[in-house]
């Protein structure tokens, strides 16, 4: 299904098209003080009365429902339908009329509402695109219909051989151009008529434009192979929004945008860098080369005998630009020595080459010390690992296929001019990272300085935190000297005294985690702003990766971690989650899922956490305060909060590990959430219907994967959690199961060997 939603600053001409067909059928009229004895006369008086009492430009809402050719409903479940999706948009209130339309080959309905409420303010329309796709594919699922696309940007444009316009009357042409200009507009940033036609061209589309006075007249028509033409529209009549005038604005607007010099400067400079590689190319091989090579779309241009004469660059910023635009001498006809002779061959002595082949070595390396789980530093793998091995990983990548596909010459050649860089990259790139592990070493060293000088942590408590804060910082200490963890390679003078091993380390403290805690700790101590911190939303499950120390940490500075990392999650869980967020009620139910909670305080609303130690919270922006205080509900959903977060506290998910185990399975790292589960018994902190959208989409599998493979090594004690992972997964409860896997170490590495003993110093 696909919901249109267009704004109106008046209503007249939208309920005369609406109810003018032929072939509509009323559905049904909702608040309109007598829903039975309303008719259409009667509807456009309340209509044209709460619309005036407003003065915006979108006092009017004009929506369709589009179900999938070949998918129908019946009058009643389609009215039933559409009355659930004006409830969920924030319209349940307002007065609408659903008309069903017969004159397409998908079924639709046209509703018509107003956007001003009774006490003449305007329904918040924050967010109401996404919101719309969310109610959409809840609807779909409800109503048993195909899935609809996430966005309008993630659909193709659709293209037709032989589009079936002989059997439809105007208005299906109308909306055939509306829907196909529209999402061409929203795809490229056109600068002109012509290349309007241009892109439209492909779907049948031509354009007619004529100056009236210095006015561009602009009209619409369909022709398709088999003959048929259909007769021009003028292009208000397609859109307003689609008409000379407007699209003018929009063309000049694009055409002087400051971001377009950027992009031409930015082609010019990927184009020569290509050009760089090649004695001669081929313009048939060009659009490979640069999608290869640059990533970049492009188009090549014949004359009528068959000869390249130019080419069109489609950059991923929308704009569309020719050779002649981006540069004066770039083109093809511009280089006939570059692309006159017909053939393409990689220049090999060029410095261009060079530096590719550099890039490939550089890149193996960083790729090989990945897989090797940095159980070591980058500079100590730069100086073990062996040509033979960079070799074999080059190979893999694109840029070296890409590199191997147009030089043209035997392994023998191509060896050597390997060979002939790798010293060089291996040098530099050796003496680079050694520097800057030496830089990073001495920043922890002044990080622990000015621990022990400022009273981050509680007097008490310091001298007992102290290997775990050098622990959480990816370092050891012995003998007066501060030195990476997992080497002795560089190494710093430091002297913080005596330091005590723990009994037990249980949590292995990843790279990552390392890295977060280290933004942490220096940007309490230094007294940073969020924005100069820059932390990610994983900040916040620091206090789970190292316990003692957070616990430990003075109350100022324990207060200013949280509201920074609850603000950071904040801002991510927003993102992850407005794609199934169909209304503000849905916005604090799901946050209430992942144990989050809003209050009001002198009139602004915050949001909490119930893995906070103290009772912070931060401040919504003022849009997101709208965005909820729109909801009538409002005050009953902040009522009824507490009854969602006992729920988490009486089913033992009230801790940090179920929130990591929900931001697992919302970053599709379901293997690691389904070894959390089955093996650890950790249920996810998350919305259930974000949990079914990633059942469907693979986790239900893995689910099974990871429950059968324990099944197989304990069946004994394992026959009832596969039940409890696809049947009930946010209730069972009372799981345990000795560790197999440890869904918080980092996937390459582990920390397993120092358990129970001691760090040698």
């Known amino acids: 299904m696909i919901a249109r939603v267009l704004y109106r600053n008046n209503v007249q001409g939208v309920l005369d098209y609406v109810s003018g067909k032929a072939k509509s059928t009323v559905l049904g009229f909702r608040n309109t003080y007598s829903d039975t004895d309303t008719d259409m006369k009667f509807f456009g008086r309340v209509l044209y009365h709460l619309g005036n009492r407003h003065g915006s430009k979108k006092r009017y809402a004009h929506i369709s429902l589009n179900l999938p050719r070949g998918e129908n409903l019946n009058d009643k479940d389609f009215f039933e339908l559409s009355q659930k999706y004006m409830e969920h948009m924030g319209y349940g209130e307002q007065p609408y ?36 796709i969310a109610t959409q594919k809840y609807l779909e699922k409800e109503f048993g219909l195909s899935p609809s696309p996430d966005t ?28 196909i200009t529209n999402n061409t507009l929203q795809k490229y940033k056109v600068r002109s008529f012509r290349e309007l036609a241009a892109h439209l061209k492909d779907h049948h589309i031509e354009l007619r434009t004529v100056d009236r006075n210095g006015r561009v007249g602009l009209s619409y028509g369909v022709s398709v192979k088999d003959g048929y033409r259909s ?48 004695r001669t190319i081929n313009p048939e091989h060009l659009p490979d080369i640069l999608k290869a090579h640059q990533k970049l779309d492009c188009k090549v241009e014949y004359d009528e005998e068959g000869k390249a004469v130019d080419f069109t660059v489609y950059d991923k910023s929308g704009y569309a ?70 070799v074999i990983e080059m190979a893999k990548s694109e840029r070296f296929l890409f590199l191997k596909k147009y030089l043209q010459t035997d392994n023998r050649k191509l060896g050597k001019l390997i060979q002939a860089q790798f010293d060089i990259v291996k040098d530099k790139l050796y003496m680079s990272e050694s520097a800057r592990e030496e830089h990073d070493l001495k920043a922890k060293a002044e990080i622990i300085e000015q621990v022990m000088g400022k009273e981050l942590f509680d007097t008490v408590k310091q001298k007992r935190v102290l290997f775990e804060l050098l622990h959480s910082l990816g370092v050891k200490y012995g003998r007066g000297n501060l030195r990476y963890a997992n080497s002795s390679r560089h190494k710093v003078k430091l ?17 990552g985690f390392v890295k977060e805690n280290e933004k942490v700790l220096d940007g309490l101590l230094n007294d940073r702003t969020a924005k100069e911190i820059g ?42 989650q407005v794609s199934l967020e169909k209304s503000p009620n849905d916005y604090v139910r799901f946050f209430n899922a992942k144990g989050f909670r809003f209050e009001r305080r002198e009139g602004r609303l915050h949001i909490r956490s119930i ?45 940090l590990k179920s929130l990591w185990s929900g931001y697992l399975i919302e970053r ?14 950790v249920r996810p902190n998350v919305p259930l219907e974000i949990l079914e959208h990633h059942m469907e989409n693979g986790f239900r599998e893995i689910l099974h994967t990871v429950s059968k493979k324990q099944m197989d090594r304990k069946q004994s004690r394992l026959l009832r959690k596969g039940a409890y992972a696809l049947g009930n997964l946010l209730r069972s409860k009372d799981l345990k199961e000795e560790e197999v896997f440890n869904g918080f170490k980092d996937e390459m590495t582990d920390f397993s060997k120092y358990k129970g003993r001691g760090l040698s110093m």
């Open 321 to 390: 630009l020719k050779s002649g635009e981006i540069a004066n001498n770039i083109g093809i006809l511009q280089n006939p020595e570059l692309f006159g002779n017909g053939y393409t061959q990689m220049y090999a002595e060029s410095e261009q080459l060079r530096l590719e082949i550099r890039r490939c070595i550089k890149e193996a390396y960083r790729s090989t010390y990945q897989d090797s789980g940095s159980k070591t530093l980058f500079s100590e793998h730069i100086d073990r690992i062996s040509i033979k091995a960079i």
């Open 535 to 576: 932390l990610s939303p994983t900040a916040i499950f620091l206090p789970l990766m190292f316990p003692n120390l957070y616990s430990a940490m003075a109350l100022p500075y324990r207060q200013k971690f949280e509201r920074l990392s609850l603000r950071a999650y904040h801002k991510y869980a927003e993102r992850m």
């Open 668 to 681: 599709g790292q379901y293997k690691k959430a389904a070894y959390l589960f089955v093996l650890d018994g």
């Open 495 to 511: 002297d913080i005294g005596h330091v005590q091993l723990p009994v037990q380390m249980d949590v292995y403290a990843s790279p």
């Open 231 to 278: 007769r021009f529209i003028n292009g208000y009549t397609v859109h307003p929004q689609l008409s000379g005038p407007k699209l003018q604005k929009v063309f000049e607007r694009n055409q002087s945008s400051k971001l377009l010099p950027m992009v031409k400067k930015r082609l010019e400079k990927q184009l020569r860098t290509a050009y760089g590689l090649f």
């Open 611 to 655: 893995y906070s130690e103290s009772s912070v919270g931060v401040p919504l922006a003022p849009k997101a305060q709208a965005y909820l205080e729109s909801s009538g509900d409002l005050n009953k959903i902040l009522v009824n909060q507490s009854e969602i977060l006992e729920d988490i506290g009486n089913h033992g998910r009230d801790n």
């Open 152 to 179: 309008k940007q993630t659909r193709e444009l659709p293209k037709y051989e032989m589009p079936e316009f002989r059997n439809r009357d105007i208005n299906g042409v109308r909306f055939y151009i509306q829907d």
């Open 97 to 132: 009329v659903v008309i069903r339309h017969h004159d397409t080959k998908h079924e639709h309905v046209h509703i018509v509402s107003s956007t001003i409420k009774e006490d003449c303010l305007q329904i918040n329309l924050s967010n109401d695109i996404r919101r719309s």
